[in-house]
T-cell receptor, first 114, second 111 residues
Framework: EAGVAQSPRYKIIEKRQSVAFWCNPI?????LYWYQQILGQGPKLLIQ????????DSQLPKDRFSAERLKGVDSTLKIQPAKLEDSAVYLC????????????FGPGTRLTVL | AQSVTQLDSQVPVFEEAPVELRCNYS??????LFWYVQYPNQGLQLLLK??????LVKGINGFEAEFNKSQTSFHLRKPSVHISDTAEYFC?????????FGAGTTVTVRA
């Protein structure tokens, strides 16, 4: 069974530029998550989709971050414009049903904002 | 308010010695508790979880954790570690239908 795929693995941009990350979850998983992991901290949930609807986006900085999940499968996370404090690893995960199910994580995208 | 607190940021340990990683959770949250591990250059993976039932939970790679409601703790243990257990370990809890992670404990196993 293929795992959660993410791309790119690394991205370096300058502040005020825009960037997009892509995630392909495990086939058949209804719930998809985007987390932000700042160095030295645990992952923080940014947004949670169930199928193609948003369940929770309370911690998503909506003035600059946006996310969508097309047809309940792939998802993209966008930052526009980026700030220095957005430097982090962005993790995508999926689970069969809700967050109490085992979440399977992708390798992450390491973003550096200069 | 912090939902889960990991009491040790770094734990150095010798190979074949026991290890315990401490985790306390807020009593206001649900008692769905997890330990995830992140090996170097790999994604997070589930070690074990407690949803209900027996308070002693066994996970992968010889790890186990005990849910203690009176002390609001969910400490992770392994009786004998290997070099390959070097990793970052995260305690997590379901809070408001989302997974909330602690800050992590870095375990470094030395020969």
């Amino acid at each position: 069974e293929a795992g959660v795929a993410q791309s790119p693995r690394y991205k370096i941009i300058e502040k005020r530029q825009s960037v997009a990350f892509w995630c392909n979850p495990i086939s058949g998983h209804a719930t998809l998550y985007w987390y932000q992991q700042i160095l030295g901290q645990g992952p923080k949930l940014l947004i949670q989709f169930q199928n193609n609807g948003v369940v929770d986006d309370s911690q998503l900085p909506k003035d600059r971050f946006s996310a969508e999940r097309l047809k309940g499968v792939d998802s993209t996370l966008k930052i526009q414009p980026a700030k220095l404090e957005d430097s982090a690893v962005y993790l995508c995960a999926s689970s069969q049903r809700g967050p109490a199910d085992t979440q399977y994580f992708g390798p992450g995208t390491r973003l550096t904002v200069l | 308010a912090q939902s889960v607190t990991q009491l040790d940021s770094q734990v150095p340990v010798f190979e074949e010695a026991p290890v315990e990683l401490r985790c306390n959770y807020s009593s206001s949250v649900s008692v769905y508790l997890f330990w995830y591990v992140q090996y170097p250059n790999q994604g997070l993976q589930l070690l074990l979880k407690y949803l209900s039932g027996s308070t002693l939970v066994k996970g992968i790679n010889g790890f186990e954790a005990e849910f203690n409601k009176s002390q609001t703790s969910f400490h992770l243990r392994k009786p004998s570690v290997h070099i390959s257990d070097t990793a970052e370990y995260f305690c997590a809890v379901i809070n408001d239908y989302k997974l909330s992670f602690g800050a992590g404990t870095t375990v470094t196993v030395r020969a």
